[in-house]
């Protein structure tokens, strides 16, 4: 019952709770989402596509800086307050909004430039497949800025350096002296 609840107000928001969670998510997560938009540092003719916006705050902040912003939620309640605060930017055409997830973005391969996803890794279905999915899409020499609150983040995922959720093996590989990517773990903002 706890879990049904939670994800209709944040995993996958619907009805009255999915709107009360975007408002939540909206004050809760706002100086994160902002946060991260600053470091990912996008430029006016860069390619940004923010996974699960939710009620758009980051999406926002992404469209002051870029012309070329696409957000991807799969809550229809979620993308309707987004679609709500940033109407002047899809009115000017520099945002695109469209029912997605992290595995199923609906890009095109090596089409985006920067990967903004904050605080809705832990409810991807399949992790590996939706960073492969963001691999797929993401240019070479993108940016991929991932946040999540660690408490928030799935037992499954081990709080180690060494993300051993990840496959040893492409398509995680960016060239042929690197098998994988290197991670750093952040301290909380």
């Known amino acids: 019952m706890t879990q049904r609840l939670l994800t209709k107000g944040f995993g996958r928001p619907s009805g009255l709770l999915g709107r009360l969670g975007g ?3 909206a ?3 706002a100086a994160t ?3 991260v938009v600053a470091l990912a540092a996008p ?3 860069d390619v940004v596509l923010v996974i699960g916006p939710g009620p758009g705050v980051g999406l926002e902040a992404a469209a002051r800086r870029s012309a070329h912003v696409i957000g991807v939620d799969p809550s229809d309640v979620m993308l309707a307050m987004a679609r709500r605060r940033c109407a002047s930017a899809i009115a ?3 945002l695109r909004l469209a029912v997605g997830t992290a595995a199923r973005t609906g890009e095109s391969d090596n089409s985006v430039d920067v990967v ?3 605080n809705n890794l832990q409810v991807w279905p399949d992790v590996p497949a939706g960073l492969a999915e963001l691999h797929r899409v993401l240019r070479p020499g993108g940016r991929m800025l991932l946040a999540a ?3 928030w983040l799935p037992t499954a995922l081990p709080s180690s350096r060494t993300r051993s959720w990840l496959p040893a093996s492409p398509p995680y590989a960016r ?3 690197n098998p994988r990517p290197a991670w750093r773990r952040r301290r909380p903002c």
Do not use: A, C, F, Y
Request: aromatic share 0%; charged share 30%.
């Open 92 to 94: 000017r055409g520099s």
């Open 175 to 177: 060239g042929p002296g």
């Open 149 to 151: 609150h660690e408490k």
């Open 23 to 25: 408002r939540l998510m």
């Open 116 to 118: 903004i996803s904050v």
């Open 33 to 35: 989402e902002r946060h």
């Open 43 to 45: 430029t006016d003719q």
């Open 27 to 29: 004050h809760g997560n």
